[in-house]
């Protein structure tokens, strides 16, 4: 929940000069539905993609305040955020937790992310969704559990065709806006779990063509140690993304880390 129209225009204005020289990598924004046409607007002639942050499981009908996946794809947009922790009500570490009520409102489950996957897909637009554990759940050692049950019923009654084009992300709730990331070594385990429930629902090749971020406090000074591994495809960026010249880093140390040798 950042950034005016006015503020989305500035920072696009900024941040598409230091993406001239920058390839082999595909970069998506963003921003929040009041700003998204006129960031679609700004990008236009760039290899910038646009993405909506949420969207709803059906095209029309009367659910004021929702956002459809035909109204994204007729913005322009090409990809969109699916069950982000924050919408499940799954919040990381932060100054001032909303009341339990308010955070309830909060209300994405795995049923209504599987919901939204696949009226995206029907629109055409590349659905990223993620899928992670609360420090609860990682202190009792659930987090494989967790994040495979999270991977089936999102992808439920989609076809493996789908399943290879869209993109999972891995987001540890504990990290997000923690300060301190998941370890790599710990996040390309799971990771590996996210994509190995893909093979095992999907079929291997299914497994092998999914593209499956980190996300979690992602930085300029972090991202070159997640993408050293071939398991990782990318980084979803929360706050680190609000700053053209931070983003354009880590955009750039990520295309570098994969121009050469990973583990």
Not at 100 to 112: C, Q, R
Not at 141 to 167: F, H, M, N, S
Request: hydrophobic share 40%; charged share 25%; aromatic share 6%.
């Amino acid at each position: 929940m950042f950034k005016t129209v006015g503020e989305a225009e500035e920072f696009v204005t900024a941040f598409l000069p230091l993406m001239k020289d920058i390839s082999g990598v595909d970069v998506v924004i963003c921003p929040p539905a009041s700003a998204l046409l006129a960031t679609k607007q700004a990008l236009e002639g760039s290899v910038v993609a646009l993405g909506g942050q949420d969207c709803f499981w059906k095209n029309e009908d009367a659910y004021s305040g929702q956002i459809s996946p035909r109204m994204l794809a007729d913005i322009g947009c090409s990809y969109v955020i699916i069950g982000h922790s924050e919408k499940r009500g799954r919040l990381g570490p932060r100054k001032d937790p909303p009341p339990a009520g308010l955070l309830s409102a909060l209300a994405d489950n795995d049923e209504s992310v599987n919901a939204k996957a696949k009226a995206a897909l029907a629109e055409r637009l590349t659905p990223i969704v993620c899928v992670g554990e609360t420090r609860e759940e990682r202190d009792a050692e659930q987090t494989e559990a967790i994040v495979a049950r999270q991977v089936e019923r999102a992808l439920a009654g989609i076809d493996a065709g789908q399943v290879a084009t869209l993109v999972m992300a891995y987001e540890p709730v504990w990290a997000i806006g923690a300060g301190t990331p998941c370890e790599p070594t710990d996040a390309v385990k799971v990771v590996s779990i996210v994509r190995q429930t893909v093979a095992r629902l999907f079929g291997k090749e299914t497994g092998d063509s999914v593209r499956i971020q980190y996300g979690g406090t992602v930085k300029p000074d972090n991202i070159g140690g997640f993408m050293e591994y071939e398991q990782i495809d990318g980084g979803l960026v929360g706050g680190a993304s609000l700053d053209p010249r931070g983003f354009a880093t880590i955009v750039r140390r990520a295309a570098e880390t994969i121009k050469g040798k990973r583990k």
